[in-house]
């Protein structure tokens, strides 16, 4: 039952073949056996994942049920949890217990009955490629257990990546600023799913850029990723970039035919820069679909390799704003001894933050003040809409973009941490998605010699994630990628 699809645990449950108690209690277990080394959760409450539990099965012997109605799952520590300690993987927020339910908690936890195991690792306010900028300490990556080596999950939803994959929860929700869900998806052996900017509630998501964040699901399969997403999408009036749309069923497309379906390969993804292995992987990938009945066509994204420049300059700049509310007087960490309110302000953003966190403020703060708003910020912005316009002419003749999610498999801890630009350039492929406020997601597609997984992204246009979905889903039913688990951890 531990790598058992959504779809099948939701019959389980039906079925009274489990209870969610039950359930609930062989995560518990192998979350106790096997976080000690992975570090994947923050907080773990007992108690409060199997009362859930228990609520859920009266809801179920009630007839009340959803499809996901009893089903565990691991929350990212950036929602905020009423009576959950809520850290964002910061040392700011160390002590903070959340007085309220994100949107995202509410729709997946209250409305469709699934059970909270505990609040999963992450890069410190989201701010990593790597998940190893949190407080709490580096997420190891399931596949390199046992190897000897150490090798980074991605982040910054690295901790909800390595949950999953290792069994110590069917599903996770992630968030995605640049890449955040699609990169650990790709590194773990994934699916993941950054849903078109404003389908998902930001309300309750401890914000990092704010015109860029967006909630989505990691889970193993596209199928499980349409399942949650139909969940947790929704207007909400509490989020003023929260779209008023009809409310969808993401799983209505799937099992459609892919005759006919254009794809489109944008030359720049397919240059140097990319590791051979996974660029392979990713070939093999296209003549998939191409036996599935899709046409290939060549598309120019011609100013995507400003994507991260670009990127590199708003998201420090939102982050400047929204982080500037942790001052040691409302929120957050406060100095314990400090000589005045501007000494008080210092030492508490000096210890409550760590250095990634502190270079991106410093960034922000930089390219907003006066003399360098309009050469850096305004430009970045101008730089934006060139690649959303991109974006636009190349669905004008394909349905959907494709290419490779991440330049590389996982990397070794600490081989990056001393290069931030190096760090960066490993959202090369996904940040411009996050810029034109498109959906884009990631499913496994191979391996590497070392044994890695590779992900294979596909970008789709706005609106779009039930083709999208139905896109992966039907690789998916031809391959069994997705079906494979890290070794040495039963």
Not at 36 to 50: G, H, M, Q, R, Y
Not at 101 to 109: C, F, N, P, S
Not at 136 to 144: I, K, L, R, T
Not at 199 to 221: K, W
Request: hydrophobic residues 40%; charged residues 20%.
């Amino acid at each position: 039952m531990i790598y058992a699809s959504l779809k099948e645990l939701s019959a389980a449950l039906a079925a009274r073949k489990i209870s969610s108690v039950e359930l609930t209690r062989r995560y518990l277990e192998r979350i106790e056996r096997l976080n000690p080394a992975l570090n994947a959760f923050i907080t773990v409450d007992a108690e409060k994942s199997l009362a859930a539990a228990r609520d859920a099965d009266t809801r179920i012997a009630a007839g009340k049920a959803t499809p996901l109605t009893g089903i565990p799952l691991a929350q990212k520590d950036i929602f905020c949890a009423k009576g959950w300690r809520t850290t964002c993987g910061s040392k700011m927020l160390e002590n903070f217990i959340s007085p309220y339910d994100a949107t995202v908690i509410v729709k997946l936890e209250q409305d469709a009955g699934m059970v909270s195991l505990g609040k999963v690792n992450m890069d410190e306010f989201a701010m990593g490629s790597s998940n190893e900028t949190s407080y709490y300490g580096a997420v190891q990556n399931p596949w390199a257990h046992g190897s000897g080596e150490t090798r980074v999950p991605g982040g910054s939803s690295g901790g909800s990546a390595a949950a999953v994959a290792a069994g110590l929860a069917p599903a996770a929700s992630g968030t995605d600023t640049g890449g955040s869900i699609r990169q650990p998806a790709a590194l773990c052996g994934l699916t993941g799913l950054k849903p078109t900017y404003g389908v998902v509630s930001r309300y309750g998501m401890i914000a990092f850029a704010s015109s860029l964040d967006q909630a989505g699901p990691i889970a193993h399969s596209a199928e499980d990723c349409a399942l949650l997403l139909t969940a947790m999408a929704g207007f909400d009036e509490k989020d003023s970039t929260s779209l008023e749309r009809p409310q969808e069923d993401y799983a209505r497309a799937l099992g459609q035919s892919l005759k006919g379906l254009k794809i489109g390969l944008p030359q720049e993804f397919f240059g140097d820069g990319c590791d051979a292995e996974v660029m392979a992987a990713v070939q093999s990938a296209i003549e998939a679909y191409k036996n599935l009945g899709a046409e290939i066509v060549e598309v120019k994204l011609p100013n995507s390799h400003l994507s991260v420049p670009a990127y590199y300059v708003i998201a420090p700049a939102e982050a400047s704003s929204n982080l500037s509310r942790f001052d040691g007087v409302r929120y957050g960490h406060r100095a314990a001894e400090y000589d005045d309110l501007n000494d008080l302000y210092r030492k508490s953003r000096a210890q409550g933050f760590g250095a990634e966190v502190k270079r991106r403020i410093l960034i922000g703060a930089y390219v907003l003040s006066h003399g360098y708003y309009d050469a850096y910020y305004l430009q970045a912005q101008r730089i934006r809409r060139l690649i959303a316009d991109d974006f636009a002419q190349a669905f004008k003749q394909c349905d959907v973009i494709l290419g490779p999610t991440s330049p590389t498999t996982a990397f070794k801890q600490g081989e990056k941490a001393a290069d931030p630009v190096q760090m960066y350039l490993s959202d090369i492929y996904t940040i411009a998605v996050n810029l034109a406020g498109l959906p884009g997601m990631s499913l496994p597609c191979g391996f590497d010699k070392q044994g890695l997984p590779i992900g294979l992204q596909l970008i789709g246009n706005y609106f779009d994630e039930a083709r999208l979905l139905n896109i992966a889903h039907g690789y998916q039913q031809a391959t069994d990628w997705h079906k494979r688990h890290p070794a040495g951890l039963d």
